[in-house]
């Protein structure tokens, strides 16, 4: 909502108020304010002008040799490329030193030999934007009012010597989408109270609305109030300076005395009208009701709507001629021949106006004012102010009496509440007294008993309806920055981490610390990246109406957006790069209606682990890299013993011999492996590894209390041992055939050492390990480690067929 | 005095020999040549036997005399060269200390995740839970429990992301307050929660708005709570966010869930309240939306409004992010740049 200052100063009395200050104060008690613009400065050099005479110049098929009287000593000769510029005319003439809105400097000049010592301006010249400059004015030119004053300063006339203070109203402050709205919450802000000039209407007594029009709502509750006025004898014109001035500059197009006066009313008053040319109507009938199923109306801006029993229709003789608050038809709208106005001021049920709007993309100053509300109280006034003045405007007469269905009445809300109950909320201690006065500046009657007040809500204010509200009110009144600042003074209770809730931020300190780095990808992604590199069966989750086929499907896996991050860097000249992300993934599960929503955990690493320094020599990532990283994390959630790893050639985005499936407690939990290098190839990467972990889960173990296990005592004993077997016998057997067969001092078995090549068969492998051996009770002796030991080359044998070197 | 004269000999030249000495090897030697027990100093001595038992007392401190004189200076010259033999194995180890260290990799956090750990930690502080929720929605939680029934105009002010009907992409994290308001027992003590999520809108992404952002409420329900305290809240997670000096003001504004709803602006970081770009000139940045929760939000997770009551806000780790480093395109957070994340290694 754009507010004229000095329109507001009909109201109030703003003098000695600087409008930014004025600004300030609106937004700090209730209204945010967006924008204040100020009189136009730059532009004082812009004055009033007639043009005396205006010579087709005869090398040019457009331009014109002009002389304007622009009240200086002699007139002033300008070259003017306008079509519509013509003798007699007042105009609008920008002299030498001036600056235009759009950058242009004005200066003494010369074109094809004619001095041109100023411009002759069109509205958009001056700031105006193309869609409020009236439609006869936007191909040249504006001309003035005939009794404009030659020489003065334009601004008054077309209203740049006024601020406009824009307005961003909330949902629930639709009372202050109309100037005597605003009126009021300003007035409440300054302690005034506004004060609107009375509306009188003139009625021609011979002649009665019921000689016109009768109307009828077949559902009050779609229509509580539909009124309506006849004007005759109009003739529509332009509409006077006054009235262009105040619709263009907040942001309105001037079209003809009839629509112009609708919006000024609507702007005024909040009430949005619609006029009918009488003469179009059919039938002395108008009957609101739904539309019927396939009906059909051609709406103003000449579409033709299909339309349902959503809508709400206005009809004559049974045919729709308007779309209820949204759109008139194109058939009885009003135009330059119209001579008896039918004139509108109804109340519509908000969700269907919303619904129709909405469904047939119709949104308008109309249909969100009904959307919003609107004061009830002041519907006949606004129909009364608005057909006098465009009776006034067309030298026409107003017929006497209104057609009106009102299946409502206005009334005031009362609201008791006890002031005990305003001090508890706001912290503060108001008195009775002082909570009177705020709700007096606002205009809001009160009565109070010594605990208690009740107050009296005009219809005015129709978002105020319970205790919480004049509540708000008070707060705003007496200012939200006086109240004081304090601290619940609740118990307390110290507040923590979940447990899942600090393995995460564990998690995440120790990828950090492992060299990868986090990032935030979109949840949303195409429907093939949302399923790649998951696990999961079956199609994404998919938005029903998507904005892009980029963000259409809710991902499955964390990889693709990790491998786009990696894709990026790599494409800039990023040679390593090393990222994890922790985030949700979601699976569409047929049998819930929500789709399971998983956290997961995922990495990327592509290059180097060391880059080539002065000292070391490069180390590429690879397979083992990334499952060092998830073996320390295991150890970190203290789940390693209960992790194992299965190879895997099932998933078709993995490297078919480098992936593994995780597996905990039966389950497969996650995948690492490195990315297929036909994929890698495709995205311009080099040997790429992933993993990904549904962490749910594992995050959510309750961990065995950690119970310290003494250093050991006694010192143990170690066996090396190397034997060559098949290349295809996996370390996790041979780990498993040696603790089963290796005794109870066994402690640990570290792999140091893994060959293939000279002086072993092909297919075959040698490996060597190293065997520690401890008892925490006693020093162990050496025929029993050796005797242990024996068994376990035994087993390894047997088992493997394996060579003892 | 014949013996006499051999000994000073003798002492004069093994001074001489053992202050030559080069290395250890050469002083043992020296120190086996005069002091072992075959050495010139025994050998010597052997002839004491010739004396007279009135010389031999004399003969024999002096004996004694050179012994330990021989026996000091075998000691310093000794403590000498391996003095200097540590100096000079010292100077052969010198390296360039200029030299670059062996590098460390290490990851870091994204930004947003500091963000959003520092708000946790302020209130986990004060006695908060963290509660997180999920991201698809119904409708019911995301819109009606919060006060947006369907058709109320504010649900303009959010565009959502449906997947059918009655599920969507949560707009705010607010809907996971209604469940927990649902589940909370009041007879075990005031709730006291945040909840940080990411969030999602049908907005076209530019520099200022992204389909998805995150967004951390907070929600205190208790009997007695105020709007003061609320701005003593708020008062104080503008200080921890952005300095200790700044200062909040509150505006009213609308939200369908609180009344009275207030916009909440802090004293511009950068220019402290003089009026700078970063705040448009007018010495204010809106960082949150606040209010006291709307009692029909309490009836309608079953709560008596006229016991209990309090307060709600929300703010976007985003925008704080933005405001707080400068970053002027939102879609730097989800770009995932290295060059960009790096920079946020550094904690300020
Ligand atoms: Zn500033």
Known sequence: MRVSVKWLSEYLDLSGIKPVDLADQITLTGIEVDDVSLPAVTLEKVVVGEVLTAEKMPDSDHLKATMVEVGEEEPVSIVCGAPNVKVGQKVIVALPGVKLPNGLKIKKSKLR???SNGMICSLQELGFSDSVVPKKAEEGIYILPEDAKIGHSVLPYIGLDDAYIELDITPNRADALSMRGVGYEVGAILSQKP????VTVTEDKEDKVENYISVSVEDEKDAPVYKMRVIKNLKVNESPMWLQRKLMNVGIRPIDTVVDVTNYIMLEYGQPLHAFDYDALESKRIDVRRAHKNESLVTLDDQTRKLNQDNLVITNGGVPVALAGVMGGLNTHVTEDTQTVALEAALFESSVIRKTAQSLNLRSESSSRFEKGLNTATIEEALDHAAQLIADLGSGQVVSGVAKVEAIQPKDKKVTLAIDKINQALGTELVMDEVVQLMDRLGFETETSTLTLTVTVPPRRWDIAIEADIIEEVARMYGYNRLPSTLPKSESIPGELTPKQRRIRETQRFMEGAGLSQTISYALTTNEKAKA???????????????????QALRMSL????????????????????????GRVFHADSNKKRPDELTHLAGAMTGSRIEANWQENEQNVDFYTAKGILEEWFILMGIEEEISYAPTSAYEAFHPGRTAEIIWKNNVVGLVGQLHPLLAEERDLKETYLFEIDVDALLDVEKDTLIHVPTPKYPGTSRDIAFVVDEAVLNDSILSVMKQNGGKALKTIKLFDLYQGQNI????KSMAYNLVYQNPEATLKEEEVTKDFEMLKTALVETFHAEIR | MEMEKKLATLLEKAKQEISEAKDLKEIENLRIKYLGKKGEVTSLLKGMKDLSPKERPVIGKKANEVRDALTVILSEVKGKREKEKLEKQLAEETIDVTLPGKSIT?????????????????????GYQIIEGTEVETDYYNFERVNLPQNHPARDMQDTFYITSELLLRTHTSPVQARILEKHDFTKGPLKMISPGKVYRRDTDDATHSHQFHQIEGLVIDENITMADLKGTLELLAQKMFGKERE????????????????????CFKCAGKGCRVCKQTGWIEILGAGMTHPHVLEMSGIDSNKYGGFAFGMGPDRIAMLKYGVNDIRNFYLNDQRFLEQFKRKG
């Open chain 2, 106 to 126: 290490t990851g870091q956090p994204h930004v947003m995740t500091q963000i959003i750990e520092e708000i946790e930690d302020l209130f986990l502080g004060m």
């Open chain 1, 559 to 582: 990889l693709s957006g990790l491998l786009d991050n990696v894709q990026y860097n790599v494409a800039r000249q990023r040679k390593s790069v090393s990222f994890y992300e922790i």
């Open chain 2, 248 to 267: 909040i003001r509150l505006r009213p504004s609308y939200f369908p869930f609180t009344e009275p709803s207030v916009e909440v602006d802090v004293s």
């Open chain 1, 533 to 551: 590199f998951s696990r999961h069966e079956g199609e994404p989750v998919s938005l029903d109406w998507p904005m892009s086929e980029e963000h």
């Open chain 1, 761 to 764: 068969e092909d297919n075959k």
């Open chain 1, 195 to 198: 004060s609107f000039p009375e």
């Open chain 1, 113 to 115: 030999g004619v001095k």
